[in-house]
């Protein structure tokens, strides 16, 4: 259970997150919608702690996240993987070695630099590369895949970090239906198979019902709806966008576009 308690973020007089106070239980897959500068992308940083909050609390196991510092809070990164919208990913380097960078967190700096890593712990990453459909890229320079290709890429090396929750900030924004799909097919196989929790910023309507458990509408910082995909009415959807509504419900991902890609199989992890 992931507990936000009046979670607050201010960036000098602009008051990006407001008293945000809300439960997410593990295993779910939510969805934060909104329009531009309503608050999800600050939100989720705050979850990970890329930004810190201003005030509030963010409760995960009985710890306060937000007050976690040093070692602990390396820890916590590392439980609290993060995809996101541009990809973080070194072009020059071939596929295997980024992914591996998601198990830095358990090597010194040391290792890290030569590559150090167990023929365990590269069989761990060849077979997450596996279930998104791109182990046979593994030697392949990044900066030569696609778009699309590129993203479950990261989200392989987010699935190295062996985490309990999965961020995803805009993760389908610069990609086109066909990869968005792709993308968004492989969150939500993960979630059901592996149990991860699965917070995901999304910016068409269509996209959060088709594939999110429940949906968060923000706006202007504070949340605005809160409840299950099927609760979220058109009329209600357009309150929460205001002048973006259309571009909201354009080019989303219907659910009838979910499946049409084979069952994959279950991470072993690579202790």
């Not at 809300?22 to 939100?43: C, D, E």
Request: a positive charge.
């Amino acid at each position: 259970m992931l507990e936000f308690r009046a979670l607050t973020k201010r960036f000098k007089d602009n008051v990006a997150v407001d008293s945000v106070t809300l439960s997410i239980p593990q295993g779910q897959m939510v969805g934060v919608i909104g329009r531009s500068g309503a608050g999800k992308s600050t939100l989720l940083r705050m979850i990970n702690r890329l930004n810190d909050p201003s005030s509030g609390e963010l409760i995960h196991k009985g710890r306060d996240v937000a007050k976690l510092k040093g070692a602990e809070l390396r820890r916590w990164r590392s439980q609290c993987a993060m995809v996101f919208q541009q990809f973080n990913l070194v072009g020059r380097l071939d596929v295997l070695t980024n992914v591996m960078t998601g198990r830095l967190h358990r090597h010194g700096f040391v290792s890290s630099m030569l590559k150090l890593y167990s023929a365990q712990e590269r069989a761990f990453a060849i077979r997450a590369l596996d279930r998104l459909g791109m182990a046979h890229t593994a030697l392949q320079q990044t900066d030569t895949l696609s778009g699309g290709q590129m993203q479950r890429v990261a989200i392989a090396r987010a699935l190295v970090q062996e985490p309990e929750i999965l961020l995803a900030d805009e993760p389908i924004a610069s990609l086109d239906p066909l990869n968005a799909k792709v993308v968004m097919d492989a969150l939500r196989r993960i979630n059901t198979e592996d149990g991860l929790t699965v917070v995901c910023n999304l910016h068409t309507l269509d996209t959060a019902r088709a594939y999110c458990d429940r949906i968060i509408g923000m706006q202007g910082g504070r949340v605005v709806f809160d409840g299950p995909a099927h609760d979220l009415t058109d009329k209600a959807a357009r309150e929460i966008y205001g002048a973006e509504a259309d571009e909201a419900f354009a080019e989303g991902i219907t659910s009838t576009s979910i499946g049409g890609h084979q069952p994959v199989v279950r991470l072993q992890a690579a202790g």
